[in-house]
Structure formats: C-alpha cells, structure tokens
C-alpha cells in the first residue's frame, strides 16, 4: 500500500472505534509508557489530540507527566510554513482549538526544541522497522530533524505495526519506540 491507501485505511479503523474504545485504549497505552526507560528526562513534548480524528488521548500521560514533576511542552502549528512553535504547558497556559481542531497554546513560554528530550509523536501508520506516516503535512519530520539526535521519538497508536516496510525518503525520521495498548516496539 502506498501512503495515501495506509492513511484511509487508519482513518477508517480509528473512525470505526467508539469514543469508550478510545479512552480505554489511550489509559492502556498510557499505562504501558510506564514500563518504558524513559523517566528520567526533565523536557518532554505532548500533542494534545485531535478528538475529531480519534487520537490517542494525551490527558492520561499528560497526568503521568504532570505527577512526576516534568517539564512538559506543547506546539502551536504555523501553517503557512507547516512548523510547530514550542511552548512550556503551565497552570496559566491558555489554550485555543485552531481551525483544524488542535488544541494549542495561545501563547506561552518558548522552548527551544534543543531543551527537549522526549517527543511523544501523534501517527496514523507505522512499520516494523520504527518508520511512520503521519498526515503528510511534514510538522513532526521537520520538527525532529531540528531535535537533538539523542531526543526519544516515541510514537502512539491504537494498532500494531504493518509488517510490509514503509516507503520512506530522506526527510523522514524514524521512531524509537512506538506503545500501543497491549506492547511497546522497540526500534
């Protein structure tokens, strides 16, 4: 399948799941990103989901974060050059839902992306070998080829990987784990 014919088939597959399936998905993926080495860091990158789209819902690691104390930073989406503008997510950050249907910071205290040492990574497709297709606007390869090389890129998704490989170019940036409900890959 090429990318267009994989990312119908997850938004067809995410769209056939309840909003139930959703939440207890998203808490088993959260719980499963608890058995993961990856605690010890200060900085880490959320997506806040798009629940029009049926992402994995972000709040249950938003607490997981927010009970040990971490630094958790969030993006704002400039379209007109498809970039992301990172922000530190604090009590007072006020948040907006963009035309897309992100939820955003409206404004905030910026990070630098080389401040950040884990960026959990919003997918609709993902293979055996850690590559991924997002929705083929390009934010998050821009964004990770900006981070420094040892940043954990960690994706999440509600299904397992393909195990045909992923047709994928130079601007592309693998993950280094990906956690669904029920396994964490390691790549």
């Known amino acids: 399948m090429n ?17 139930d399936q959703v939440e207890t998905l998203s808490m088993e993926i959260a719980n499963q990103l608890l058995q993961l080495p990856i605690w010890q860091s200060s900085f880490y990158h959320l997506f806040l989901s798009i629940t ?9 690691l938003l607490h997981i974060l927010q009970g040990k104390d971490k630094n958790v930073v969030i993006s704002k ?21 963009n035309d897309w249907g992100i939820p955003e910071p409206v404004d905030g205290i910026p990070i630098p992306v080389a401040q950040l040492e884990v960026v959990f990574i919003p997918l609709l497709a993902y293979d055996t070998h850690g590559n991924r297709i997002g929705y083929g ?21 509600f299904f397992d990987p393909e195990t045909e490989l992923l047709t994928v170019n130079e601007l592309d940036i693998a993950l280094d784990y990906c956690v669904t409900p029920t396994t964490s890959h390691t790549f």
Do not use: M, W
Not at 3 to 12: G, I, M, P, S, V
Not at 86 to 96: G, M, N, P, R, W
């Open 3 to 19: 990318k267009q014919q994989l990312r119908t088939k997850y938004k067809a597959l995410r769209a056939a799941l309840s909003e």
């Open 52 to 60: 029009a789209h049926k992402e994995v819902n972000t709040e249950y």
């Open 77 to 97: 989406s400039n379209f007109a050059d498809n970039t992301l503008a990172h922000y530190l997510l604090t009590d007072t950050t006020k948040l907006a839902i």
């Open 137 to 157: 606007k390009g934010f998050y390869d821009r964004f990770l080829a900006d981070c420094p090389e040892n940043t954990l890129k960690i994706g999440l998704s």
